[in-house]
């Protein structure tokens, strides 16, 4: 199975690349900009990793991001994600970034995005893989960052392709955010959020109903209203899950208890996704494996999650047409 799922052709829809900010190369941004970081060593920063729920992990995942302050930074960074992409066969990824974690320290939104965008063109035409850019406002933050944050924006059109909701669910929901996601989708900006991922399955509703959201992201507590996950089903509205996040997270317990298996044979578009991978411990293959061991599922379940991820991605139509076809041919052959 390992084999199977290293070699199968995959697809990431929910990854956000200050996640992917390894420990090394951490230490190395540091030691390029003069910042002093407050681990002494590689184990000292793994060992910080040992979080409780969401929140303790984002004071953690923000203190990393202050090494990155150049776009020679955010390329490193992205082109490092990009190699491990290759080496687990992901041919199509949706990256977020958060730019206002770095606006807000006095880096400018060109660096960020150029940087990224960069490292991804490269990716084009270098690893063959392609990818989109999804710009999350922080949801801790207020109304106002947001729309500077989306002004900001509109001179990279070209670059993004969707707007996102991250950071601290609870307290902060998706009704702060209704006039500035119209206004992005009024742009011509495609919008998804993170809902039901500690918060609520109500939370995922109202993102729903105000924010024209076209995917969720997490989205698993929709368990806990079995309406709903009708009702998701019916609609084939996307759920990007993040396995190894989740359990990390505490969302579940183990990953026998996690529910992404039952929501796919309950015809959810449930997708397989390594969301912050260096804080996590795993990208896209170890995500698909620990579902895989804790989960009795055939070949053709496991291929079910990247076809879900196919339909649910933003790319063309002739583009996932052609996607289907490479997955279909190498779960015949496998
Ligand atoms: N949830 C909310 N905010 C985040 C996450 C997440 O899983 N990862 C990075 N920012
Ligand atoms: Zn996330």
């Known amino acids: 199975m390992k084999q199977f799922i290293q070699s199968l052709p995959k697809v990431e829809l929910h990854l956000h690349i200050e996640g992917t900010l390894e420990p090394e190369l951490m230490f190395e941004l540091a030691a390029r900009n003069n910042i002093t970081l407050p681990f002494k060593s590689?184990?000292?920063?793994?060992?910080?990793?040992?979080?409780?729920?969401?929140?303790s992990f984002l004071d953690i995942y923000y203190q990393g991001a202050n090494v990155l302050?150049?776009?020679?930074d955010f390329f490193d960074l992205t082109w490092a994600y990009l190699l491990r992409c290759k080496n687990d066969n992901v041919v199509h990824t949706?990256?977020?970034?958060?730019?206002?974690?770095?606006?807000?320290?006095?880096?400018?939104?060109d660096t960020?995005?150029?940087?990224?965008?960069?490292?991804?063109?490269?990716?084009?035409?270098?690893?063959?893989?392609?990818?989109?850019?999804?710009?999350?406002f922080l949801r801790h933050l207020d109304?106002?960052?947001?729309?500077?944050?989306?002004?900001?924006?509109?001179?990279?059109k070209d670059k993004i392709v969707a707007v996102g909701l991250d950071s601290s669910e609870n307290g902060n929901p998706a009704s702060k955010f209704e006039r500035v996601f119209k206004a992005a989708t009024k742009e011509g900006f495609l919008a998804v959020a993170h809902a039901g991922e500690e918060g609520e399955a109500s939370n995922i509703r109202e993102a729903l109903d105000l924010l024209q959201i076209t995917r969720i992201d997490h989205g698993?507590?929709?368990?806990?209203?079995?309406?709903?996950?009708?009702?998701?089903?019916?609609?084939?509205?996307?759920?990007?899950?993040?396995?190894?996040?989740?359990?990390?997270?505490?969302?579940?317990?183990?990953m026998?208890?996690?529910?992404?298996?039952?929501?796919l044979r309950k015809n959810v578009c449930v997708t397989i996704n390594s969301d912050d991978p260096a804080y996590f411990g795993g990208y896209m293959t170890d995500n698909f494996m620990a579902v895989s061991n804790a989960h009795e599922m055939s070949k053709a379940e496991i291929a079910q999650f990247t076809f879900n991820a196919i339909e649910a991605?933003?790319?063309?139509?002739?583009?996932?047409?052609?996607?289907?076809?490479?997955?279909?041919?190498y779960l015949e052959n496998n």
Do not use: W
Request: charged share 25%; hydrophobic share 40%.
């Open 42 to 55: 590689f184990e000292d920063v793994r060992d910080a990793y040992n979080f409780h729920n969401l929140q």
């Open 69 to 72: 302050i150049t776009e020679q």
């Open 94 to 109: 949706e990256i977020f970034f958060d730019p206002q974690t770095h606006t807000e320290r006095g880096i400018s939104f």
């Open 112 to 136: 960020v995005v150029n940087g990224i965008h960069n490292a991804l063109s490269k990716a084009v035409e270098e690893l063959g893989i392609t990818s989109q850019l999804i710009m999350c």
């Open 143 to 156: 109304e106002e960052s947001a729309f500077t944050t989306l002004n900001q924006s509109l001179e990279h």
């Open 220 to 254: 698993v507590r929709c368990s806990d209203d079995e309406s709903l996950v009708k009702e998701l089903a019916m609609q084939r509205t996307p759920l990007t899950v993040c396995p190894l996040s989740n359990i990390k997270l505490k969302v579940f317990d183990n």
């Open 256 to 263: 026998e208890e996690h529910n992404i298996v039952a929501l």
């Open 313 to 329: 991605s933003f790319i063309p139509q002739r583009e996932k047409n052609r996607l289907m076809m490479i997955n279909k041919a």
